[in-house]
């Protein structure tokens, strides 16, 4: 029996990210049981090997690592100590919670499992739904470095991972992370723009300056999106906006301002409460049009 027959694995929440992730485990020979709020989504990975749970208590039965990809704090709190969870792991058992949420709540969750005699690392990713389908996902890791690791392993198939810090760490860093994403998204679509009202092709701009210091994975493939009016989400603006307003709530637990963050917040608050949360977050560029009042900015979305 190989060692990774003997790691037996739970995963949680198999929408957009999980799915693609829970496969590339599957793939790689471990053994993993899955569970989503939506069991159609989980029930399409039994085409790869994966055995289907009717409840997050019973996907974790025995589970040696559990995987959860859900979509905020809320969410998992409550499959983890709400759906019984927490009390349905064995001790040493080892949480990695790959969702984005606050780094508060991530060290509640640590210390709550804890007390149960369980390991929590926070392990939020970045490189979104092509990254996940891929293995390429940037990893940051928070909690106890020995721990992460024991699991090069397992992290191995999905993508590059760093220990980050202690417990939140890796949630912080993932904060930080999507300012980075968000302002670039709205550069980007602002550059756009201007070049379209100077009468530049916003394609032949997008060729022209990769490879030059403006070159990124946002103008690679979110400048893509906006160029080819392809909004159908990878990552949903919705998030996004959770994401920001979570770095809002930590800029000012550490008096820190951040102005270029409060301004894209800003444009991203108003986008999604005028009905845009599930496209994809480079849609930003409608926002930017409509309030520029410039033709394209009710084009189709689809």
Do not use: Y
């Amino acid at each position: 029996m190989t060692a990774r027959a003997t790691r037996q694995i739970a995963f949680l929440g198999t929408g957009l990210m999980g799915a693609p992730m829970a496969k590339r485990l599957l793939a790689a020979g471990f053994p993993v049981t899955v569970w989503n709020r939506d069991l159609r989504k989980a029930e399409i990975l039994a085409a790869f090997g994966g055995a289907v749970a009717q409840s997050p208590a019973e996907a974790v039965n025995g589970a040696d690592i559990v995987f959860t990809m859900l979509s905020d704090g809320a969410a998992v709190t409550d499959v983890l100590f709400a759906q019984g969870v927490a009390d349905a792991l064995k001790q040493g058992a080892v949480v990695v919670d790959t969702s984005s949420i606050a780094p508060p709540i991530a060290r509640e969750h640590a210390s709550k499992l804890a007390d149960r005699g369980v390991v929590h690392i926070d392990a939020p990713v970045s490189g979104g739904v092509v990254g996940a389908d891929a293995g390429t996902l940037a990893i940051m890791a928070g909690g106890d470095a020995d721990i992460v690791a024991e699991l090069a392993e397992v992290f191995a198939p999905l993508g590059r991972v760093t220990h980050v810090g202690g417990s939140g760490a890796g949630q912080i860093c993932k904060l930080a992370n999507q300012q980075i994403v968000a302002i670039t998204i709205g550069a980007v679509a602002e550059a756009m723009m201007l070049v379209e009202a100077g009468g530049a092709s916003r394609e032949k701009f997008r060729e022209a300056i990769r490879g030059g210091f403006a070159e990124s994975r946002i103008l690679d493939l979110h400048g893509q999106r906006m160029v080819d009016r392809n909004f159908k989400p990878g990552g949903l603006s919705r998030l996004q906006l959770k994401d920001l307003n979570a770095v809002a709530a930590m800029a000012e637990v550490f008096k820190l301002e951040l102005p270029l963050t409060a301004d894209i917040r800003q444009a991203f608050e108003t986008f999604v409460a005028e009905g845009n949360g599930e496209l994809d977050h480079s849609a930003l560029l409608l926002h930017l049009e409509k309030i520029n009042h410039r033709k394209g900015a009710t084009d189709d979305r689809d």
